[in-house]
């Protein structure tokens, strides 16, 4: 699973301007080309824990993963792990009874990704000038907009629309949803909370990754600039962003 190309890869994360405390939390291996974000829920710092928790474990897994391991299956494997983990801390703890996490996950080898994810965290594609969503949220109105029965617009307006169907560590397995992706020089990845899409539209993200990449801006800038973005336009949650380029 080593890597053979070259990866520029870069994270931004803040608590937004309404939550008092950070519940995000992400994870980059450069070297194994492991990308982790998470978003944790729970009350107290229980959130906090179990967004920790799944990263750590996901990224060490990758990382000590056998050199000929199988990408999907070493990522499968990560993540059954974390939820694992995280389910047997809250079991154990009733301080942590009922926290769990998001998850959105990448693993690129060579000019290959998977990608797995469970909840509404999401990963997308810029090529090209064109924003490519790659997960489905796993949440209820997006089901909902699946199954035509509510549109995209009343899915946003929803008072139901944080609510998700699944994450790490709420039952003692956890259904990934996992994908697979071939990869062009140039091309750009961005694995990002709901802090983020619900602050800015398809749209505005491809405005603002079309101009960063006609002024040639590194990875981290454009990772900043998105998290500030999202803030400005009213940061009502944690966001967090990794953002990937494939070398040219």
């Given at each position: 699973?080593?890597?053979?190309?070259?990866?520029?890869?870069?994270?931004?994360?803040?608590?937004?301007?309404?939550?008092?405390?950070?519940?995000?939390?992400?994870?980059?291996?450069?070297?194994?080309?492991?990308?982790?974000?998470?978003?944790?829920?729970g009350g107290a710092a229980a959130g906090e824990i179990a967004s920790q928790l799944t990263v750590n474990t996901v990224v060490d897994?990758?990382?000590?993963?056998?050199?000929?391991?199988?990408?999907?299956?070493?990522?499968?494997?990560?993540?059954?792990?974390?939820?694992?983990?995280?389910?047997?801390?809250?079991?154990?703890?009733?301080?942590?009874?009922?926290?769990?996490?998001?998850?959105?996950?990448?693993?690129?080898?060579?000019?290959?990704?998977?990608?797995?994810?469970?909840?509404?965290?999401?990963?997308?594609?810029?090529?090209?000038?064109?924003?490519?969503?790659?997960?489905?949220?796993?949440?209820?109105?997006?089901?909902?907009?699946?199954?035509?029965?509510?549109?995209?617009?009343?899915?946003?307006?929803?008072p139901l629309r944080n609510v998700i169907t699944r994450a790490i560590g709420t039952q003692r397995t956890v259904a990934t949803e996992t994908g697979?992706?071939?990869?062009?020089?140039?091309?750009?990845?961005?694995?990002?909370?709901?802090?983020?899409?619900?602050?800015?539209?398809?749209?505005?993200?491809?405005?603002?990754?079309?101009?960063?990449?006609?002024?040639?801006?590194?990875?981290?800038?454009?990772?900043?600039?998105?998290?500030?973005?999202?803030?400005?336009?009213?940061?009502?949650?944690?966001?967090?962003?990794?953002?990937?380029?494939?070398?040219?």
């Amino acid at each position: 699973m080593q890597m053979s190309i070259k990866l520029e890869a870069a994270a931004s994360t803040h608590k937004g301007n309404v939550r008092s405390a950070n519940e995000d939390a992400y994870g980059c291996c450069l070297e194994f080309g492991a990308f982790v974000v998470c978003d944790g829920m729970g009350g107290a710092a229980a959130g906090e824990i179990a967004s920790q928790l799944t990263v750590n474990t996901v990224v060490d897994r990758i990382c000590s993963a056998k050199p000929n391991a199988q990408p999907r299956k070493a990522l499968e494997d990560a993540v059954a792990a974390a939820n694992k983990l995280v389910y047997s801390r809250a079991q154990k703890d009733f301080s942590l009874h009922g926290m769990g996490t998001t998850l959105v996950a990448a693993v690129i080898s060579g000019h290959h990704a998977v990608i797995a994810h469970v909840g509404d965290s999401r990963c997308y594609l810029f090529r090209r000038g064109q924003l490519l969503r790659q997960t489905n949220d796993h949440s209820l109105v997006d089901e909902q907009v699946r199954l035509g029965q509510l549109t995209a617009d009343q899915a946003d307006r929803s008072p139901l629309r944080n609510v998700i169907t699944r994450a790490i560590g709420t039952q003692r397995t956890v259904a990934t949803e996992t994908g697979e992706l071939d990869l062009e020089a140039g091309d750009m990845l961005l694995l990002c909370t709901d802090g983020l899409t619900r602050e800015l539209s398809d749209d505005r993200l491809v405005e603002l990754l079309s101009t960063m990449e006609a002024e040639h801006a590194p990875a981290q800038a454009i990772s900043e600039l998105l998290v500030a973005e999202a803030n400005a336009a009213g940061g009502r949650d944690n966001v967090t962003c990794i953002v990937t380029r494939i070398g040219e």
